[in-house]
């Protein structure tokens, strides 16, 4: 199930109304986004996680395991 468009833009509203508060930029900001994906992917206990948004792109997370390290 995905995101509806509405729900898309109220998130990404968030997203960019806290990262004017913490004044971050551009790198801090994919930085921490990368971050969140993997600890919400680490969260639902899952080694991997796929996001694509059809004509705009994807994101592909790969956790390491803890023998590879």
Request: aromatic residues 2%.
């Amino acid at each position: 199930m995905a995101l509806t468009d509405e729900q898309s833009q109220e998130l990404m509203d968030a997203i960019i109304e806290k990262c004017e508060t913490m004044e971050l930029s551009p790198e801090e900001i994919i930085d921490g986004l990368g971050r969140a994906l993997m600890s919400a992917t680490m969260a639902f206990e899952k080694q991997s996680a796929s996001i694509t948004v059809e004509g705009i792109g994807y994101c592909d997370v790969v956790l390491e395991t803890a023998s590879s390290q």
